[in-house]
C-alpha cells in the first residue's frame, strides 16, 4: 500500500480507516474512524515527512489458535504494528523518527464472571495493554493517549500536525 500521487494544488482527504483495518496519508490528508468501544485506534507518525499511519485494531493477539488463519493483519495488536513499520520502512522512514498515540479501548461489556471463571474478559483493557507492550518492544514512544472508560470513541488523525481529535457522545471532543 503506497500513496497515490496527486498533480497540481494541495488537496485534502479524509482516508477512512475501517474495522481490523489501517491506512496511511501525508502532509494534508486526515485518517478517520469511527466507532472506537473495545477497540484501539492506534496512530504512528513521522513529523518530518509529514507521514502518518493509523490502525483500528479489534483484538490483542493474532497467536490465539483460533485466529490463526486470519487473514488481516490490522486486526491484532502485535500483527498492525509489525505491517506498519514494514510499510515505513519500505518509504524510508526509520521507526525512530515514529511516534505513537492511542485512543479506545474501553469496557463495553459488562459480563457475569463466576469466581471458578479466570482470566481478564475486559477486551478493550487487554487491546491497550498488547498496544503499548508491542510499542515498547519497537522501541516506538507513546506520546498521547485517551483510553478505557465505558464510551465509544471516532478520531481523526491529522498528518500535517499529529494532532489527534477525539469525539465521544457523552464528553464532546478533545485533542491529544
Known sequence: MLFKKRP???????IKVGMADWKLAQN?????T?????????????EKTKSAAMAHIMLPDSKQLRFRQETSPAKFADT?????????????ISKQRLKAKIV???NMFIIARSTATRGNFN?????VAAVKEQLEQTGI?????????????????????????VRTALAGERDI
Open 104 to 106: 479506545g479501548g474501553a
Open 123 to 127: 477486551v478493550g483493557q487487554r487491546n
Open 8 to 14: 497540481g494544488w494541495l488537496t485534502l482527504e479524509r
Open 34 to 46: 469511527f466507532g472506537l468501544g473495545s477497540c484501539v485506534g492506534l496512530g504512528l507518525l513521522d
Open 141 to 165: 514512544p507513546l506520546v498521547g493517549e485517551d483510553t478505557g472508560g465505558s464510551v465509544g470513541r471516532s478520531v481523526e488523525f491529522f498528518a500535517k500536525n499529529g494532532i489527534m481529535r
Open 28 to 32: 494534508q490528508d486526515t485518517l478517520v
Open 80 to 92: 498492525a504494528i509489525m505491517i506498519m513499520l514494514k510499510t515505513f520502512e519500505k518509504m524510508g
